[in-house]
């Protein structure tokens, strides 16, 4: 397993822009990195993911269009960036890593580390 700390949550009014990032500790080479958020009240849910060389991503319904998932593998940093926020993106986001890549990038149960999550917040 590695470390993974998400930073660059916060407080942004709905039309505006957050970029997250995930640093990772560790060897994350072959890894599969995915963002997931937990709404209060809701199940953690998937938000989007991203392989290794980059070349495959996947996002939810709800963000695709709007968020875009990128990595720097020399910087071991997976980055979350968010547009056009809207109150029901508020909720805790969570960086994973997945070593074995061997189930549905959605499905969080495949990711075998998890970061401490970093809060957003979006007012209307």
């Known amino acids: 397993q590695v470390q993974l700390v998400e930073s660059g949550g916060g407080l942004v009014q709905a039309g505006g822009s957050l970029r997250l990032s995930c640093a990772a500790s560790?060897?994350?080479?072959?890894?599969?990195m995915g963002w997931f958020r937990q709404a209060p009240g809701k199940e953690r849910e998937f938000v989007a993911s991203?392989?290794?060389?980059?070349?495959?991503?996947y996002y939810a319904d709800s963000v695709k269009g709007r968020f875009t998932i990128s990595r720097d593998n020399a910087k071991n940093t997976v980055y979350l960036q968010m547009n056009s926020l809207k109150p029901e993106d508020t909720a805790v986001y969570y960086c994973?890593?997945?070593?074995?890549?061997?189930?549905?990038?959605?499905?969080?149960?495949?990711?075998?580390?998890w970061g401490q999550g970093t809060q957003v917040t979006v007012s209307s």
């Open positions: 991203i392989s290794w060389s980059g070349g495959s991503t």
């Open positions: 994973a890593g997945d070593s074995h890549v061997t189930t549905s990038p959605r499905t969080a149960g495949g990711y075998d580390s």
């Open positions: 560790g060897r994350t080479s072959g890894y599969r």
